[in-house]
């Protein structure tokens, strides 16, 4: 006596193969929201960082340049003028490619308008720069470094000063972009009662 068995050809009715899909494309889809959320949140902490980055840069790059207001070649046989003040506030003419006329060079920005500063210093010949890095030979004018924020970027332009006419002259090729990324800048200038060297700024004036 033999005994054939019967092959089964059953597989998943259409019910089963609907369902699987459905699981997959649920499952499918929670994946990817997790993906797409996580790489939203790593690009939100990358401009994140990018932003205290360039803040940082800005702060340590213009609190360099503050530093040396008012500056002058002190050695025995300088005969450079000292400047009248740490920041100059005459006007500053447009150059060549750009319409903007700083007027004056130092000013507080109306509202939330940007403010502006120029840094007025007299330092040796030999160590006179612009802000684009221009050496200026056997020079013994006074500079007056612009600071501004233009289209996003924190930029820097160097103009000179007479000692005599208080007038100031934009040097050629001294416009430069410091940083991008830089959208509005607000000076606090603090001032301190006490009379001693490094002390702590009590209120701050704008």
């Known amino acids: 006596m033999s005994i054939k068995l019967k092959k089964s050809n059953a597989g ?5 193969m609907l369902i699987s899909i459905l699981l997959s494309t649920i499952i499918l889809g929670v994946a990817l929201t997790q993906l797409l959320g996580s790489r939203t949140l790593f690009a939100r902490q990358e401009a994140s960082s990018r932003i205290d980055e360039n803040a940082r840069y800005a702060l340590d790059y213009l609190s360099k340049h503050a530093r ?7 050695s025995p046989s300088s005969s450079q003028e000292l400047p009248k003040a740490q920041f100059y506030s005459g006007n500053c003419a447009a150059i060549t490619d750009d319409t903007i006329v700083f007027n ?3 000013s507080n920005g109306a509202g939330t308008n940007s403010d502006h500063f120029a840094v007025w210093t007299n330092p040796p010949s030999s160590q ?3 802000c684009s890095g221009i050496t200026l030979p056997n020079s013994s004018i006074s500079i007056a470094n612009l600071f501004y924020v233009e289209s996003d970027e924190l930029r820097c332009r160097s103009y000179s000063v007479s000692d005599t006419t208080n007038a100031s002259t934009y040097i050629p090729a001294s416009d430069t972009a410091i940083i991008s990324g830089i959208h509005n800048m607000q000076i606090l200038y603090g001032l301190t009662d006490r009379s001693f060297e490094n002390s702590i700024p009590t209120r701050y004036i704008s």
């Open 12 to 16: 998943f009715t259409l019910i089963e």
């Open 68 to 74: 040396t207001a008012a500056y002058v070649d002190q």
């Open 104 to 106: 004056p060079c130092t």
């Open 128 to 130: 006179e720069q612009t």
